[in-house]
């Protein structure tokens, strides 16, 4: 395993410095739209890494940010319709383009209601902490949105538990034998957060946002193209106890291979109330992550996510700079042993 990232990077000097702090592996996608995606796009966003000594392994084909509104992707974890079918033949058509041009993998997220946080808190030295406390959520709704909406179905239609797994099914029968054809890792990263089992919010449950949930998933269609983008933090999140707990998650996984990525990020919390800290600070042992990474032989990206924001200019940019020494720290600490 290895220190990876993932995000934007439209400057030349943005892949410098990651070249500069030793992060020579990178998930980006590209800024066009995926309706515009061609074979020679992606060959000419590799090539550009390339030049910086960096290889581009992964982009997101579907993330938490735009399933929602992407007019290409927005429908693919909907209810049957044309423009479901046509949006998937999409999907197909850029894993074919990403194996032409040289990518490991493609990562999606595969949740109609998106990525969910209430008022954020602060942490230490005042940095701004996202936050997660479920009562907050049905009392007053999503940070962002309008209050009502916490009262009203999904505007997509309400999904329950079966609904969710006749899409995912669907989805995974079309579009993992492509992947396997091509041999294209498809990387599903958990909803965040997961709620709980059986629990619906918006009328949607977020079936892939707790273990349980990825268990099956991988169970569904058994292939080696067909995996997880394993966020530590999120599935920290699903978990009552997961200074004790997410190891044994890790270790599920990893001894079966289906762990693509891995987001390296702590919480302090758990289950339906928590906080995104710094990696030194949360409640699970993230020296005992790398560990359990490396007893499963994990061998891909480790990578920072969501950083908390701190003060001055270019905080995200900050904040990645001190996790990507804490990863190297934690690289050099395991392997030493």
Not at 21 to 30: A, K, Q, S
Not at 101 to 124: I, W
Not at 296 to 325: C, L, N, Q, W
Request: net charge negative; charged share 25%; aromatic share 10%.
């Amino acid at each position: 395993m290895y220190i990876g990232t993932q995000g934007s990077f439209p400057e030349d000097h943005d892949l410098q410095q990651l070249s500069q702090l030793g992060v020579n592996n990178i998930d980006t996608t590209p800024s066009e739209p995926v309706s515009e995606w061609t074979t020679d796009l992606l060959t000419s966003y590799r090539e550009r890494c390339a030049k910086f000594g960096i290889e581009m392994e992964m982009a997101h084909v579907i993330s938490s940010g735009n399933s929602l509104n992407d007019p290409h992707t927005g429908k693919v974890f909907h209810g049957p319709s044309d423009e479901r079918e046509r949006q998937i033949d999409l999907v197909i058509d850029i894993i074919r383009m990403a194996s032409k041009a040289g990518l490991r993998g493609l990562n999606y997220n595969a949740t109609p209601l998106g990525h969910m946080r209430t008022t954020s808190t602060t942490g230490r030295g005042g940095a701004t902490l996202s936050t997660f406390d479920y009562a907050e959520l049905l009392d007053r709704g999503r940070a962002g949105d309008p209050p009502e909406s916490r009262l009203t179905d999904f505007e997509g239609g309400a999904a329950d538990a079966d609904e969710m797994w006749e899409r995912l099914d669907h989805w995974l029968q079309r579009v993992i034998p492509v992947a396997e054809e091509y041999k294209v890792q498809m990387a599903c990263h958990p909803s965040d957060p997961g709620i709980g089992v059986g629990t619906t919010y918006r009328g949607v449950d977020r079936v892939m946002g707790m273990v349980e949930g990825f268990k099956k998933l991988v169970d569904l269609y058994d292939s080696p193209y067909n995996g997880i983008n394993f966020c530590v933090g999120c599935m920290s999140e699903a978990l009552e106890n997961p200074g004790e707990d997410v190891y044994d998650v890790i270790r599920y996984f990893g001894e079966r291979k289906k762990i693509f990525n891995i987001h390296y990020r702590n919480i302090r919390g758990g289950l339906r109330k928590f906080v995104e800290v710094f990696p030194d600070e949360g409640d699970v042992d993230m020296l005992k992550v790398m560990q359990t990474l490396k007893e499963v032989d994990y061998p891909y990206m480790v990578m920072p996510d969501h950083v908390p924001r701190i003060s001055g200019p270019e905080p995200g940019k900050v904040g990645f700079a001190f996790t990507f020494g804490y990863i190297h720290a934690m690289l050099q600490a395991v392997d030493a042993n």
